[in-house]
Nanobody, 123 residues
């Protein structure tokens, strides 16, 4: 079992930056692929970014590629999402998720989810 707690959300102006953190408890953190998802009001949850167990392989949605960076520190059981050049359309609740497998592939199932953190980008 893995528990995930996100932090770092908030209100920022368009063009600004935020860094989200997700702290995990439970064993074998270093063997899980991790991801970030988001859900805007009235929309379905969508994939944002993911990395594999070592962090060497990263994956991004086209909408955030070049602006967001996912990284992880297995010694601290933490995954990060650095968000730069934020746009109003990035406004959403952001969720951290862990996949019970070391590698990520498109459409792969994530088994554990955090409660989410709100990110609001004003124009």
């Amino acid at each position: 079992q893995v528990q995930l707690v996100e932090s770092g959300g908030g209100l920022v102006q368009a063009g600004g930056s935020l860094r989200l953190s997700c702290a995990a408890s439970g064993r074998a953190f270093g063997s899980y692929a991790l991801g970030w998802f988001r859900q805007a009001p009235g929309k379905e949850r969508e994939f944002v970014a993911a990395n594999n167990w070592s962090g060497e392989n990263t994956y991004y949605a086209d909408s955030v590629k070049g602006r967001f960076t996912i990284s992880r520190d297995n010694a601290k059981n933490t995954v990060y999402l650095q968000m730069n050049s934020l746009k109003p359309e990035d406004t959403a609740v952001y969720y951290c998720a862990a996949r019970g497998a070391p590698e990520y592939y498109s459409g792969g199932i994530f088994d554990y989810w955090g409660q989410g953190t709100q990110v609001t980008v004003s124009s």
